[in-house]
């Protein structure tokens, strides 16, 4: 069983930078693919970022490619999502999430992913 916890969430103006965390704990990913999501009140979680470990692929949703980035710890039990250039409409509860089976596709659905933290809170404020 892997314990995920999010951190780094925040209220911040729009042009702003936040940096989320993920640690596992109970066991490390495995190895295993990571993702992060994000939700609404009014939208359900919806795909954010992705990253393998083996191959380092990473895979991003439009509305935030090229603006955040997804990276991994080099200890295996921390994931982190850089996020630039931050807009109001990036305001949501970020949740991390983790496979425990690398089936070699983007991991861009919820389903693929066998834990989940709690998430943590990003405002952004025009």
């Known amino acids: 069983q892997v314990q995920l916890v999010e951190s780094g969430g925040g209220l911040v103006q729009a042009g702003g930078t936040l940096r989320l965390s993920c640690v596992a704990s109970?066991?490390?990913?495995?190895?295993?693919?990571v993702g992060w999501f994000r939700e609404t009140a009014t939208h359900w979680r919806e795909f954010v970022a992705s990253?393998?470990?083996?191959?380092?692929?990473?895979y991003y949703a439009d509305f935030v490619t090229g603006r955040f980035t997804i990276s991994r710890g080099s200890a295996d039990n921390t994931l982190y999502l850089e996020m630039n250039s931050l807009k109001p409409e990036d305001t949501a509860v970020y949740f991390c999430g983790a496979a425990r089976y690398d089936s070699g596709s983007s991991f861009k659905l919820i389903y693929e992913y066998d834990y989940w933290g709690q998430g943590t809170q990003v405002t952004v404020s025009t």
């Open positions: 990253i393998t470990w083996n191959g380092g692929m990473t």
């Open positions: 109970g066991r490390t990913f495995g190895g295993k693919p």
